[in-house]
């Protein structure tokens, strides 16, 4: 799956409210934008953790503001 | 139940910690973000922890120096808190940076606390440290950042350890740091031990060698911290330790550390029973084992009986005893516990009348074709200590009318950090801690009902409404200064609400901007915003908001004005008594008999 298609699956794993707020995803969209809460951002973490068996660390996480840098960081993973 | 003989405690958590090497086979296990575990005796701990405060007294830290601790990692934590003990140090225990970006508030937020503590040193892992070293130059007091990997190889201080006593501070407990005057609670050894003694003792009955405590909550936390890395030292139990972030993460990892680990007491704010049932699968279902589970406490945001019955309901294959939920009540003034309900007992749900309650403050049982409230009952202060409601004149009340809830008793912390006006506010003359909550009494359990200071609580966590109000004050269309935030009753947990007066003619989809305005700078969700025209919003006659009214109208539906009625929240929340005592108390499963005890039925 793409990285993009994997954020938007995540979002939807954990908030369906925010299914009508895919389609307005850019990669320079901020993450915090889609207005999810503090758990639920998590909880989508978590999620793209276990589709990519990976770890993401604490440091990696607060560089990271938009939907690009997840998509980069999803794609480094993978390696 | 295991005694409560004061004169069994320990003088402080350093002779805790020390009369609890002699066991040799057991004590601490810590996971790592994988669940690797890395056990620690209590023998092992002790010796790991007087290493810890060799290493942090070899930086030069004298007996008193606050040592603030940014650790993500439930093992550097736990012995690096009990290490700064050890040394005398005072540890200032804070929020690691948790989400995406927002690095500058978090910096500012930690640069506030710092400087108000007056810290020396700031030990921290390397993956945080380079986000703690931009803050290092803008506190004075600091000397500089130690990384909690290579403290222990560092310079050791020899010679021998402080004499440490009850009287003794013992770590600063800071409750917010959004604010640019941020509180830090003075807690000493004498009342750490007064609160935890009670909790391992009356409020979850302790048992060595037979309980095993499981924790994922954040440590920087007075439940996490409290609750559960000194409370289980003052009985010498065996506790396992999930990050935070795990248990965020992956909900799953709470019920199966317990599974795992024969877990027998755990604790949790209402929002992590909801997560943890939504997110438990027919797979987990099928392979955990929870029959040994005797508690888990619920504590620090309002508790709601229906999610408590849905947990319940969805681990009873898993053999979840329909008596788990424990409704706690605390605050971190008072240590941490101000009262428990009865441990594995069936929950306390009252339902008063709406009506008479919401007019008079005062408590009636609701008939059954009255509108009800629920509330759900937080048990009896620990033996020594007492609760009491008091009106706003300082008068206290009896049984059965709404007020403030006072509490009093050894555990008291001794007030705020450098700051002898915050403390004056609520730490009365009398002996009293004024708790800011509202709520009654009745037959001697505490029932809370709201909050008389404004404070959101949401996931948890503590909001200022200004903070919020503030965000939203600056949008185009949005009249300056007559904003307010408040929180709703939800489904799970409490909600955000948002009102608003509108300039004339405000921009097409403000209320959409306002959520996502929120969501931006603050990462909280709102539930709902209502936009007023010009001067509907409810106000003192001196011009202030008045945040209780706003949000007692909105409940009631008649925010905007007479004759305006909207079925807001309330239209979900007030229901006739007999529906509600139907679906709290009544559901058809064995479970649920067993879990809601009515009182006066």
Known sequence: MEAMELIKAAITAVDTSKVSKLATIKPETEIRDIGLDSVATMEMVGFLEEKLDVQFSDEVMVRINTFGDLVALIEKNRG | ?601
């Open chain 2, 1 to 601: 139940m295991a005694t409560a003989d004061q004169t069994l405690a320990p003088a402080t958590v350093v002779a805790a910690l020390r009369r609890n090497r002699v066991i040799e086979d057991y004590g601490y296990i810590f996971l790592d973000n994988a669940n690797k575990p890395t056990e620690f005796t209590y023998a092992a701990l002790c010796r790991a922890a007087e290493t810890r405060a060799r290493a942090l007294m070899g930086h030069g830290l004298v007996r008193g120096d606050r040592v603030a601790m940014v650790l993500g990692q439930p093992q550097d934590f736990v012995i690096t808190f009990l290490g700064a003990l050890v040394a005398g140090l005072v540890p200032v225990p804070m929020f690691p940076p948790l989400s995406f970006g927002k690095l500058d508030a978090y910096a500012d937020s930690a640069v506030n606390i710092l400087t108000v503590a007056g810290a020396k040193l700031i030990v921290t892992d390397k993956a945080l440290s380079s986000v703690l070293w931009q803050v290092v130059p803008r506190v004075s007091t600091l000397r500089g950042l130690a990384l909690v990997e290579k403290l222990d190889d560092g310079k050791r201080a020899d010679g021998p350890l402080p004499e440490i006593g009850p009287d003794d501070l013992a770590f600063l407990q800071f409750t917010s740091g959004s604010t640019a005057a941020p509180k830090g609670v003075m807690v000493t050894h004498k009342s750490l031990v007064a609160n935890c003694w009670a909790i391992a003792t009356e409020g979850m009955d302790l048992t060595p060698r037979k309980d095993v405590a499981i924790s994922w909550l954040p440590l920087y936390h007075d439940m996490g911290l409290i609750g559960f890395v000194v409370t289980p030292m003052m009985r010498g139990v065996a506790a396992v330790f999930v990050p935070t972030l795990s248990f965020v993460k992956r909900p799953n990892v709470w019920m199966q550390a317990m599974h795992e680990y024969r877990g027998t007491v755990s604790f949790g704010p209402n929002f992590a029973f909801a997560l943890a049932a939504r997110r438990a699968g027919e797979k987990e279902l099928a392979t955990w084992d929870l029959s040994h589970v005797r508690l888990i406490g619920c504590g620090a945001e309002p508790i709601n009986a229906s999610v408590m019955l849905a947990f319940v309901e969805k681990f009873a294959p898993c053999g979840l005893k329909p008596t788990v939920p424990m409704p706690a009540y605390g605050m971190a003034e008072a240590t941490l516990a101000m009262s428990f309900a009865v441990p594995e007992a069936p929950l306390d749900v009252m339902l008063l009348d709406a009506e008479t309650f919401r007019a008079e403050k005062r408590v009636v049982p609701a008939a059954d074709d009255a509108l009800a409230l629920a509330f759900v009952g937080c048990g009896k202060p620990f033996s020594g200590h007492a609760l009491g409601i008091m009106d706003t004149e300082g008068n206290l009340l009896g049984e059965d009318t709404e007020g403030e809830i006072v509490f009093r008793g050894p555990s008291l912390t001794d007030g705020y950090w450098q700051n002898p006006e915050a403390t004056a506010e609520v730490f009365l003359p009398s002996g009293w801690l004024r708790t800011g909550d509202l709520g009654f009494q009745h037959a001697g359990n505490i029932y809370i009902t709201g909050r008389c200071k404004d404070l959101i609580i949401l996931n948890g966590r503590n909001h200022h409404p200004t903070t919020i109000e503030w965000a939203v004050a600056e949008l185009d269309g949005v009249r300056k200064g007559n904003v307010v935030a408040f929180s709703r009753p939800g489904h799970d947990s409490e909600e955000l609400v948002i009102v608003a007066e509108t300039r004339p003619d405000p921009p097409e989809g403000l209320a959409e901007t306002i959520k996502t305005e929120v969501a931006d700078q603050l990462s909280l969700k709102v539930a709902d915003v209502v936009l007023l025209a010009a001067g509907q919003l409810p106000k003192t006659s001196s011009g202030k908001l008045q945040r209780r009214k706003t949000r007692d109208q909105y409940l009631g539906g008649e925010l905007g004005g007479e004759g305006v009625r909207t079925l807001g929240a309330a239209g979900e929340k007030l229901t006739v008594a007999r529906h509600l005592a139907r679906s709290l108390l009544g559901r058809a499963t064995h479970a649920a008999s067993k879990v809601f005890a009515r009182p006066d039925s």
